[in-house]
């Protein structure tokens, strides 16, 4: 079956530390998103790649980072200087920007 | 630049019909619908393109103003299955074509 999966569901980490999340596709997308989400709130762009080895700096792109080295694999690294981590990171991916935007299950970051 | 989404919450009795808004100081290309569970990934609904194009569920209707830039969803007959978050999420020349969603609407359906 075709989608997109984000790993792990749920992440614990301490102050101060850098970590990163997976996302992998096998649908053939171009486009890959990082979006994060924090309680009652709408979905905040963090980053966006429209191809592989190529990518853009959404709305809240401090104190994270990404890679898109192969077209199916678009990780985000949380890195320390994100001063307030705590969020639901989800990824997403459509055929080319502007359509239908599929996305992963998510991942819950808690920083302790 | 966040559209601005109303109602924030909506309570309804099975069957009922609801409007969700969604609204925008930009010039918009196009107007996405989503809808989230909670602790859920968004699921696309409707895709409403400048020019009057649209794509998505033959179920679900929503209508777009190009030039009051506002977008109208549609859930008429509401079964439970339509409990969840909507958001709505625009498109722009000023986003740079990416979407910037707005704080969701959150609809309660009752039996």
């Known amino acids: 079956d075709g989608g997109i999966t984000q790993s792990p569901k749920y992440l614990f980490r301490k102050e101060g530390q850098n970590v990163t999340l997976s996302c992998e596709q096998n649908?053939?997308?171009?486009?890959m998103y990082w979006y994060r989400q924090d309680p009652g709130q709408g979905l905040r762009l963090i980053y966006y790649?429209?191809?592989?080895?190529?990518?853009q700096k959404g709305d809240i792109a401090e104190g994270y980072s990404v890679s898109r080295e192969k077209k199916e694999s678009f990780p985000l690294t949380v890195t320390s200087a994100q001063k307030n981590p705590t969020a639901f990171y989800l990824c997403a991916s459509s055929y080319d920007n502007g359509n239908e935007q599929f996305f992963g299950p998510g991942t819950r970051l808690t920083v302790l | 630049q966040q559209p601005v989404q109303s109602p924030q919450a909506v309570i309804l009795r099975e069957g009922e019909d609801a409007v969700i808004n969604c609204s925008s100081s930009?010039?918009?290309?196009?107007v996405h619908w989503y809808r989230q569970k909670h602790g859920e990934a968004p699921v696309f609904l409707m895709i409403?393109?400048?020019g009057g194009e649209q794509k998505g569920h033959e179920k679900i209707s929503a209508s777009f103003n190009e030039k009051k830039q506002q977008s109208s969803l549609y859930l008429t007959a509401s079964q439970l299955s339509y409990s969840g978050t909507y958001f709505c999420g625009t498109e722009s020349l000023d986003s740079n074509y990416q979407l910037i969603w707005g704080a969701g609407t959150k609809l309660i359906i009752k039996p």
């Open positions: 649908l053939n997308h171009d486009a």
């Open positions: 790649s429209q191809i592989v080895n190529d990518f």
């Open positions: 409403l393109l400048k």
């Open positions: 930009k010039a918009l290309y196009s």
